[in-house]
DNA sequence: TATATATGCAACTTTTGAGTTGCGCAAATG
DNA sequence: CATTTGCGCAACTCAAAAGTTGCATATATA
C-alpha cells in the first residue's frame, strides 16, 4: 500500500524520527533505543516513511543509516501555500468587518 | 478526547474541507454534497476540524457555517520550520560531495 | 401548530494501524 | 565455519478511527 506523506506525520513516533534524522542519519537500531518500544515496531515507522521517502537508507555492510529528505517535506510546504494567503490577510478584526458588511447588504 | 491537527490532516476528506472552507464558509450539508457519503460521516470530519479548532462554527438560524481558521493552521508552518534549515541547503549534489568527503576520512 | 429542514449525538459495524512475537537472511566476528 | 549482530518480513492481537443507521433537538415554513 502506497504511503502518503500526510498519514506518515500523523503518528508522533514518526515525527520524532524526522526530527532525529533531519540532525543526523541514524539506524534502526539508534532510533529504538530513544523510544520505549521494540526495534520491529520502529522498524514499521521506518518502513512507512521509506515509503513514502521522506527518509532515505544508506547501506552500509550490515548496518542501514536512514536519512532525511528534505526535498520530500518540502512538499508539505507546497500543500500549505495554498492557505498562506488566508493566514495573511484573515487578521480577525478585518474578518469581522467584512462579516458586518455582508450582514447589512 | 483532544484532537491534534497533524492527526487532523491526515484525512483526504478532511484536506479537501479545509480547502474548500477557505476559500468559503460552509455548512455541513454544502459540504456533505461535494462527498460520495453520508451527510454524517461528514459531520463526524466537521467535529475533528472543530474539535482541532482548524475551523470555527457561525450559527445563522438553524444552519451552521464553518470558517477557515488560518491562525491554527500556522501551527504547521512553525513545525515545518525545524526542517526548513534542512531543505535550504541540503542541495542533492552538496549532500553527495559531503557524503564522498566523510568516506574519505 | 403540524411539518419539513439542518444539525448533532449515540450505538453499532468494519476497516485500519500500532505494537508484539517469531522467523529468516546477510554481514561481521571469533 | 560456527556464532553473534543488524535488519526486514509475516502472522497475530488489540485499540482507534471511519462510516453507517437511528434518533433527538432546534429553527424555519405552511
Known sequence: MKQ??????????RRAILTLVAIQALTPNAM???????RQAV?????????????KPEHRGREIYYHFNAKKMQ???????????SWETQFNQLDQLLSTIKEQK
Not at 512538499?75 to 494567503?85: G, K, P, T, V
Open 32 to 38: 529504538a533505543e530513544k523510544f520505549d518500544m521494540t
Open 43 to 55: 522498524s514499521k515507522h521506518i518502513k512507512v516513511l521509506h515509503e513514502c521517502e521522506l527518509i
Open 75 to 85: 512538499e508539505f510546504d507546497h500543500w500549505l501555500a495554498q492557505f498562506r494567503q
Open 4 to 13: 502518503d506523506i500526510f498519514q506518515a506525520i500523523a503518528d508522533p513516533t
